[in-house]
Structures are given as C-alpha cells and as structure tokens.
C-alpha cells in the first residue's frame, strides 16, 4: 500500500465535479470510496483495499446502529475522462464544501476540504505543533 501526502487546491465546479490529482488516481484505481462523517469536517476518499479493511471494522462491531451510520454515509465513485469526480450533494452540504476546496493526503487516506476550514484547521495545529513528534532528527 502506498501513502497519500501532499496538498493541492482546486475548485468544485457547478456540477459538483471535482479534480482528482493524476497522482493519487494511480494508486486509487478507477473506482473508489468517498465517506462522510458528520462529525468531521471533511469528505474521506479512500482505495478500495483500505475501505474493505473499514468495511469489515464495521461489520465486526455487530453494532446495527453503527453499521447504519457507517454505510449510509458512503458513495462509490468513479472518475470521467478529465480525471473528475461527482461529489454528493449531501455530502458537500454537510462538509461545508462550497467552491473552493483542499485536497491532502492523508496516509491510508485522501481528504477532502472546504479551502477556508482546511486553512483555519492548519492554522489551529500549527499553535500546537510543538507537542507533535519530531520526525527529523
């Protein structure tokens, strides 16, 4: 499996597409998983080796009500010919996605930001970077 890191911006279009970074397709094939936790403030993309380790995750807790939530937030995708994707209308509303967004890479995972909250949220984890650990040495 390979990580996902670096951050791009671009803008979601009227129909709601958006661009995926050539990189990251390569190593998400050509169908994957965007996910939504209303407790987040992102939209989740991941492959689908990594989003069948979250599937079973979520069929071993034998929780219904957990299973509900997990699997009802989720939408299978597909990228067209330019390299695009279709967000979910729900999804962006409850992201706050409007017209510009942030795209990361995030390890096992890509997300997807509204540009305004990505930039409040890296300004909010750069006043406590000093409790992070030291990567190099």
């Known amino acids: 499996m390979e990580f996902y890191y ?6 979601i279009d009227a129909k709601k597409r958006l661009f995926i970074p050539a990189k990251y397709r390569q190593e998400l094939g050509d169908s994957f998983y965007l996910y939504f ?17 979250k599937c079973r995750e979520a069929m071993e807790t034998r929780n219904a009500a957990y299973q509900r939530f997990f699997f009802s937030n989720v939408d299978k995708v597909e990228t067209d010919k330019q ?7 729900r999804m962006c509303e409850g992201a706050h996605l409007k017209k510009e967004v942030t795209v990361i890479g995030v390890g096992n995972r890509i997300e997807i930001w509204d540009a305004a909250t990505y930039a409040k949220e890296m300004e909010k984890l750069n006043t406590i970077s000093d409790t992070f650990p030291t990567v190099i040495n």
């Open 6 to 11: 670096k951050t791009y911006d671009y803008t």
């Open 83 to 89: 390299g695009r994707i279709t967000l979910d209308s």
């Open 37 to 53: 936790d209303p407790r987040e403030n992102f939209i989740a993309v991941y492959g689908e080796e990594e989003w069948e380790i």
